[in-house]
C-alpha cells in the first residue's frame, strides 16, 4: 500500500516540477505546461499534504516532496506572502479592482443598495488612485456617484479607468481588440513627485464557469485549454506593448490591474524580471484576487518599477465584485 501511495506521489511530484517549468514556455509553443501553472496551489497543497504525511510515518519518503517543494521556494513566495509592512515612509495608495459584477448587481431592482454599498467601501478605504476595470458605459451616472472627490481619466466609454484624487499631467491611452480591454495610463503629481500609473486589463479566457463547475471543466478539457491558450498568448503581445511604452516613461511606474493570468504564467515572468510584483514585496497570507471554488487564483497585481519604493501590499475581501479589491502603498519618494 505505501509504495502504491508513494507512487501517485511521485506523479504528484512530477506535475509540481512542470509546473516550475510553466513560466518559461511560451504560450505560442504549447498549452501543457501552462495547465500545470494554472493548478500550481493545488499541486503544493497536494505535495506538502505528501510531506507532512511521510514525516509523521516513513521520513525517508518525505524526502522527495521535502526537497521537491524547497526547490519551488520562489513559487511559494508567489502564491503565499510572509512580509511585514513598512509604516515607517510616508506613501500614497494605488488600488486596483476588476468590478465585474456590477455590470449585472446595477441592473437590479435594488440596484441602488449596491450602489451605495459600493459608495460606503471607497469613502472608508480613501484610496488615492483607483484603476478600475470592466466599467460599464451606462453605468458612468453611477460611477460619479461612487467616486465622489476624484479626477477621472478617461472621461469616456472605456472598460479601464483612472480615478485620482491628485492631478493629472499627461494621459493616454493602449488600446487593444475589446471595448473592455486595453490600458489607461496616466503621470500623476503627487505631493512634488510624479509617476506614470497604467490601469490594465488584459485578455480573458471567455472560458464559461472556468472557476466553479469542475465536471464542465473535465467534460470539455481540451476545448477550454486551446482557449485558454489562445488568450494567453493575446496576453503576451498585449503586454509587449505595455512594457514598451511603459519603458519611456521619464517617471517611476506602477502598473495594476486584471492580468487575467496566474503568477506561474509566462506573463507574469515577461514582467516580473522588469518590475517588482507588491505582493511578493510586501504581500502577507494567500495570494488570491478571484473569489472563486479554485483555491489561491491570483490574477490581479500591482508591479512597480524598481526606483519606486513598495511600502505595503493588501488583498481586501470585499464581496462587491467577483474580483478582489488589491491596495498597494508606494513610497512618496522615489529611491535614488
Not at 159 to 165: A, D, L, R
Request: glycine share 6%; charged share 20%.
Amino acid at each position: 500500500m505505501s509504495k502504491l501511495i508513494y507512487g501517485i506521489n511521485i506523479l504528484a511530484v512530477l506535475a509540481l516540477l512542470l509546473a516550475y517549468v510553466s513560466p518559461y514556455v511560451p504560450p505560442k509553443a504549447t498549452w501543457f505546461f501552462a495547465f500545470f501553472g494554472l493548478g500550481f496551489p493545488f499541486l503544493l497543497v497536494i505535495n506538502a499534504l505528501f510531506f507532512f504525511m511521510w514525516l509523521a510515518f516513513k521520513p525517508k519518503y518525505a524526502v522527495m516532496s521535502g526537497l521537491f517543494l524547497a526547490l519551488g521556494f520562489g513559487a511559494i513566495q508567489r502564491a503565499i506572502g510572509f512580509n511585514p509592512a513598512d509604516t515607517t515612509s510616508e506613501g500614497f495608495e494605488v488600488m486596483t479592482y476588476n468590478i465585474g459584477k456590477t455590470r449585472e448587481d446595477f441592473h437590479y431592482k435594488d440596484r441602488q443598495d449596491k450602489i451605495d454599498r459600493f459608495q460606503r467601501f471607497i469613502a472608508n478605504r480613501q484610496p488615492d488612485i483607483i484603476c478600475i476595470q470592466e466599467r460599464l458605459p451606462k453605468h458612468l451616472d453611477y460611477y460619479k456617484q461612487i467616486f465622489l472627490g476624484y479626477n477621472l481619466h478617461p472621461n469616456s466609454e472605456t472598460g479601464t479607468t483612472i480615478y485620482s484624487k491628485y492631478p493629472f499631467v499627461k494621459t493616454g491611452n493602449l488600446a487593444f481588440d475589446t471595448y473592455s480591454h486595453n490600458a489607461t495610463w496616466a503621470d500623476i503629481k503627487i505631493k512634488g513627485s510624479i509617476f506614470r500609473i497604467y490601469a490594465v486589463h488584459l485578455s480573458s479566457n471567455y472560458v464559461p464557469k472556468l472557476s466553479d463547475n469542475v465536471k464542465e471543466i473535465w467534460d470539455d478539457s481540451k476545448s477550454i485549454l486551446d482557449r485558454y491558450n489562445h488568450h494567453a498568448i493575446k496576453r503576451v503581445d498585449q503586454l509587449k506593448e505595455i512594457l514598451a511604452h511603459a519603458e519611456q516613461s521619464p517617471y517611476p511606474v506602477v502598473i495594476s490591474g486584471d492580468f487575467n493570468d496566474v503568477p506561474q504564467s509566462y506573463v507574469y515572468r515577461m514582467i516580473s524580471e522588469e518590475y517588482q510584483d507588491a505582493f511578493t514585496v510586501c504581500g502577507k497570507g494567500l495570494g488570491q484576487t478571484f473569489n472563486s471554488k479554485f483555491w489561491g487564483l491570483r490574477i490581479d497585481y500591482s508591479f512597480a518599477s524598481e526606483e519606486a519604493k513598495i511600502l505595503d501590499h493588501k488583498i481586501v475581501r470585499s464581496p462587491i465584485s467577483d474580483h478582489y479589491p488589491v491596495v498597494t502603498t508606494i513610497a512618496l519618494d522615489p529611491k535614488t
